[in-house]
């Protein structure tokens, strides 16, 4: 079985752009996280999407999107980007998004922002 | 903001040696997760700990929980060049809905041949 894929894998934009990242999980998996790692702030808790529904979001700046479709691939998007949003940006799935249930992370974008 | 913290941050150790990782948080948790990521590429789920656990085993890994001190440690065994990585802790906070994992710092393995 397929893992988590992410594309691109690398991204490079200059400030003021916006971007999309995607995210195609694990077949049959309902559930999709995003995180964002950094090196000042480590790995923070985006959104988490579950049936094309965003069920939890943390704390960022409205900037920060996303969606989820009908097969459950995700995207995200960051609008008017800014240097500070350079990062590895993570996307994990799991089958039906429940508790004590393994996350499978992709091998992320990273995305440098000039 | 982070609900772990890692102690060490870096650890260097010989083939063969033990490796000790400590990770302490700050609420009240449904469970505990332990990854590895290698050189800044995804992370690979190692172990979970619930909350009503206080150790676990899986290979050369050994996971403990201790709710009263909120904190959780893992023991790598016998370790190999190839588990140089970044270790993280991540809990599942009580209350948070869905999935939603809140990670800490992460330890530096280094393991020398």
């Known amino acids: 079985k397929a893992g988590v894929t992410q594309t691109p894998r690398y991204l490079i934009k200059t400030r003021g752009q916006q971007v999309t990242l995607s995210c195609s999980p694990i077949?049959?998996?309902?559930?999709v996280s995003w995180y964002q790692q950094t090196p000042g702030q480590g790995l923070q808790f985006l959104f988490e999407?579950?049936?094309?529904?965003?069920?939890n979001k943390g704390n960022f700046p409205g900037r920060f999107s996303g969606r989820q479709f009908s097969n459950s691939r995700s995207e995200m998007n960051v609008s008017t980007l800014e240097l500070g949003d350079s990062a590895l940006y993570l996307c994990?799935?799991?089958?039906?998004?429940?508790?004590?249930?393994?996350?499978?992370f992709g091998p992320g974008t990273r995305l440098l922002v000039l | 903001s982070q609900q772990g913290e890692e102690d060490p941050q870096a650890l260097s150790i010989q083939e063969g040696e033990n490796a000790t990782m400590n990770c302490s948080y700050k609420?009240?948790?449904?469970?505990l997760q332990w990854y590895r990521q290698n050189s800044g590429r995804g992370l690979v789920h190692l172990i979970l700990?619930?909350?009503?656990?206080r150790e676990k085993h899986s290979g050369r890994l050994r996971v403990t929980l201790d709710t009263s001190k909120k904190s959780s440690s893992l023991l790598i065994t016998a370790s190999r060049a190839a588990d140089t990585a970044s270790y993280f802790c991540?809990?599942?906070?009580?209350?948070?809905?869905?999935?939603?994992?809140?990670f800490g710092g992460g330890t530096r393995l280094m393991v020398k041949p």
């Open positions: 994990a799935s799991s089958l039906a998004g429940v508790r004590q249930e393994t996350q499978y």
């Open positions: 077949s049959g998996h309902r559930s």
């Open positions: 999407y579950f049936s094309e529904t965003q069920r």
């Open positions: 609420t009240s948790i449904n469970n």
């Open positions: 700990i619930r909350s009503n656990e």
């Open positions: 991540a809990t599942d906070v009580l209350g948070n809905a869905g999935n939603m994992l809140t």
